[in-house]
């Protein structure tokens, strides 16, 4: 369970709950709607479960902090010459209970959202909706609810594989006010498993669409909590799950970007690596405005934060990754990331979570560390070979850890890669721009790989313990 300051929260604001954005199938009920009225009809509960998904687009989500201090804190970004402040405390590794990562309201906001839906599609009495149409919004919501729980745990809590009986996150099954106490990191990653192998079993190959989102795999797919689960397997060393839940995905319809249409697909709709996303777009609920994640990565908005040398130095020269990063002419020597270049504008992306290429890297890395049946050269060669590149004649970890940096970068992932591998945070003194930052290399384990949880959510539930350390 949750802070009641969330749980008031969701409860505020039923009304954003059931939607308001306009990619979304929605349409606001009066104020004086209780959640059961809301809820009392297969339409109710379509519309409950897309705005559950409308928080993942919060400029503290994945619109844009949880990606930015990821790869910020990893060593793939650095404060740009032309930086405004923002971020700062999380480039220095300072962050305390006043300034830290803020996903946690909107990710709590999707889990309840999610667990409203699940508990009141079990009082649906209607002969005339399908069951398999019923089990589609469930398995959506599961996977929404294990998404929300596995970003939580990663972000607050130290690595399951290094911790895995230390402070978790609380986990939220049903909303309800109340006080309540963080789980291990065991705990909340056994719920994860559980929520997605349930979600699997009621999901459809195929994402539901609406019609009106512009991006199917911005809804779950059967695919998309199987890519999950391969990535939760990746993080709890489950080496044989991780390697076959990633074959699964696969061998489904996904097509690797290759050299001739890398360049073109970034933040667009139709992308065929792609196998869930979040859909961006001016106006709906969330948008994050002048903060979403494209205009903190251009240089020509607020370009707060640029590529380190120390990313850059990965790529061969031929490289087609390469052709999504960008200078400036009054920065020269300072590049920045290009993967979020906007649909209609700059401000306004998909933002992919899960792709077929980190499935490969997943059962590559999977082979390395156990007897897989999976031949990790192989997988490490297709990525190379779709980008440009000659293949290899040999692969170690050490090379998948380098390969998930260049394939991945800017998309939410290094700093994890670093705690759930053991591997501490080593940066060019050269590169830091902010000169109070003593903080240059991070060593592991260290109380700072769990994020401070937020002041105002420890203030208002008094079971919640802090991090130690802040």
Known sequence: MKSTKVLYTGFAILTAMLGSCEDFLTR???????????????EGLVSATNAAYAPLYSSEWYGRGFVVICDLKGGNGK???????????????????????????????????????????????DPLVDAADLNQLKGECLFLRALGHFDLVRMYAQSFTSQPQSLGVPIITKTEISYPERSSVEAVFNQIVSDLENSISMLGENPRSDGTNGSSRAYASKYAAIALMAKVSLYMGKWQDASDYATDVINGDFILYNASNYADIWGQNGQSEVVFEVFGKDGQEYYPGFDEIGYIFYPYGYGDICATNNLLGLYEANDVRLTVF???????????????PGKNHIRENNIPILRLSEMYLIRAEAALNHSTGQNALEDYNMIRTN????????????????????????????????????????????????????????????????????????????????????
């Open 28 to 42: 606001t009920p009066p104020l004086e709607t209780t959640i059961q009225d809301a809820l009392n009809t297969y």
């Open 79 to 125: 404060a740009s010459p032309i930086n405004t402040g923002r971020f700062r405390y999380d480039y220095t590794w300072t962050n305390n209970d006043s300034y830290t990562s803020n996903v946690w309201a909107p990710a709590y906001q999707t889990i309840t959202r999610a667990c409203n839906v699940l508990e009141y599609i079990e009082k649906l009495d």
């Open 326 to 340: 960008m200078g400036h002419p009054d920065y020269p020597g300072f590049t920045w990331p290009a993967k979020y």
């Open 387 to 470: 980008r440009g590149l000659e293949p290899a004649v040999s692969v170690s970890l050490y090379d998948i850890y380098d390969e998930r940096r260049r394939e991945l970068c800017f998309e939410g992932n290094q700093l994890w890669d670093l705690s759930r591998t053991g591997r501490g945070l080593e940066r060019d003194p050269e590169e830091i721009l902010i000169s109070e930052s003593d903080n240059i290399n991070i060593a592991f384990p260290d109380y700072r790989w769990a994020m401070p949880i937020p002041a105002r959510e420890t203030d208002a539930n008094k079971n919640l313990e802090p991090n130690p350390g802040y």
